[in-house]
């Protein structure tokens, strides 16, 4: 029901940005949809999180003020874009999708029921 495909991962310096893309393929006509990353031994956590019904975003301490949410609705396509990165970034990073029954006030990862294979960002200081 719900297909997605990460890219744009890689290695940056510290202060670096890089932008993620997310390539979704779905029957609904609009999900939520979100970022989550997990760095090694640490818990899954959500970077941010928008809906694709009018383009409403929630985005976590985490990444607030350095990353932003964005999608290409007539690409079903999800977009992070990561600037002023830090070695406290590391992780592998989710695109995640679930239906639209309260977008954006569930946030945790457990909500979500689709998930991409993750694309790796390292960041070196």
């Known amino acids: 029901q719900v297909q997605l495909v990460e890219s744009g991962g890689g290695s940056v310096q510290a202060g670096g940005s890089l932008r993620l893309s997310c390539a979704a393929s779905?029957?609904?006509?609009?999900?939520?949809m979100g970022w989550f990353r997990q760095a090694p031994g640490k818990e899954r956590e959500a970077v941010a999180l928008?809906?694709?019904?009018?383009?409403?975003?929630y985005s976590f301490d985490s990444g607030k003020g350095r990353f932003t949410i964005s999608q290409d609705n007539a690409k079903k396509t999800l977009y992070l874009q990561l600037n002023s990165l830090t070695p406290e970034d590391t992780a592998v990073y989710y695109c995640?999708?679930?239906?639209?029954?309260?977008?954006?006030?569930?946030?945790?990862?457990?909500?979500?029921?689709?998930w991409g294979q993750g694309t790796q960002v390292t960041v070196s200081s």
């Open positions: 928008l809906n694709t019904r009018g383009g409403s975003t």
């Open positions: 995640a999708a679930k239906t639209l029954t309260a977008c954006l006030l569930w946030k945790g990862p457990y909500e979500y029921n689709y």
């Open positions: 779905y029957s609904y006509s609009y999900i939520c």
